[in-house]
């Protein structure tokens, strides 16, 4: 293999012309400077002159960095405050990525540039936010376990999350057990039930058997004998923390 | 799970626990969670539960 080797004064830059065969244009390839920055115009891809150093770098682990020439990931961007990555499309909106979008630094944002507001955020706490019509991104509080069971004849879940089983303990009496237990009692029950198209009915936690982190106890009522307790074929039982 | 954990209750009737199918624990690892602490148990197949809930307070347990 051959090579070609050039040589001029280190000052200034260099450059090397190559001519384009049908173009209207001759395209320029800069030779590096005395910083070794590497210049071209005019094509596919354009380094303006003036980009500051480590604008993009690929090191030798093919990851490529965009603002350090340090990359540690395929794709490692950074920047100060703000640094985000924008995508936009000319029939559609423009949206950015990053941190502290629109929010305080250290939050993950997707932000709605052409809207100018901030549609889903991941705060340093690790809170989700988001609107979903609420009217606008602020903190949303999940279902931490959730059943749907049949509490006649042969009793039996049909769906549930986070739920290991539940204890049928007597008529409309049911303990829900959590797979994952909660971080303390201070969760939020709610719960319905009724034995359609025949009753409605109720569920509740009853007060007297304080919730646990492992699990909750929940009553069953029809809603002709609310002091009565019965068992409903649809009960539904969510634990909101 | 066509499986159910029962064991018997404090007032001497008996608690049926229903696995959830979804929660990716065995019916062991259910029995070590959801069973109260120390009691006895006994995993037995659901057609051994009676359907007929009518008398549901007088279930008992045999060891």
């Known amino acids: 293999m051959s090579k070609i080797a050039l040589e001029g004064n280190a000052s200034g830059i260099g450059t090397f012309t190559i001519s384009a065969p049908n173009g209207n244009s001759n395209r320029t390839l800069s030779l590096p400077d005395e910083t070794g920055t590497v210049l071209t115009s005019g094509g596919a891809i354009d380094v303006n002159a003036s980009a500051p150093a480590d604008s993009l770098a690929i090191n030798a682990s093919g990851n490529v960095g965009i603002g350090t020439s340090s990359p540690t990931s395929k794709l490692h961007v950074y920047g100060g405050a703000g640094t985000n990555i924008g995508i936009q499309s000319s029939a559609g909106r423009h949206w950015r990525l990053g941190d502290g979008v629109g929010a305080t630094n250290g939050s993950f944002v997707i932000y709605d540039y052409t809207g100018s507001a901030k549609r889903l955020e991941i705060d340093a706490s690790g809170n989700l936010l988001f609107n979903s019509g609420y009217g606008s991104a602020a903190t949303a509080y999940g279902c931490r376990a959730w059943v749907n069971f049949n509490g006649t004849g042969t009793v039996a879940i049909r769906a549930s999350g986070n739920v290991s089983s539940i204890t049928d303990n007597g008529t409309g009496n049911y303990t829900v057990n959590f797979t994952t237990a909660m971080p303390d009692a201070d969760y939020s029950v709610s719960a319905s039930g009724g034995y359609p198209p025949i009753r409605d009915g109720g569920v509740y936690a009853p007060a007297s058997q304080s919730l646990t982190t492992s699990a909750v106890r929940v009553r069953c009522f029809g809603s002709n004998a609310p002091d009565t307790p019965i068992d409903l074929s649809v009960v539904s039982v969510a634990v909101f923390r | ?63």
């Open chain 2, 1 to 63: 799970m066509n499986s159910r954990i029962i064991y018997q209750t404090d007032n001497g009737g008996v608690a049926v626990i229903v696995p959830a199918a979804e929660c990716g624990l065995s019916i062991e690892e259910i029995a070590a969670k959801d069973v109260p602490a120390g009691k006895p148990f006994k995993i037995v197949d659901v057609s051994d539960i009676p359907e007929d809930r009518t008398f549901r307070g007088a279930w008992e347990y045999s060891a």
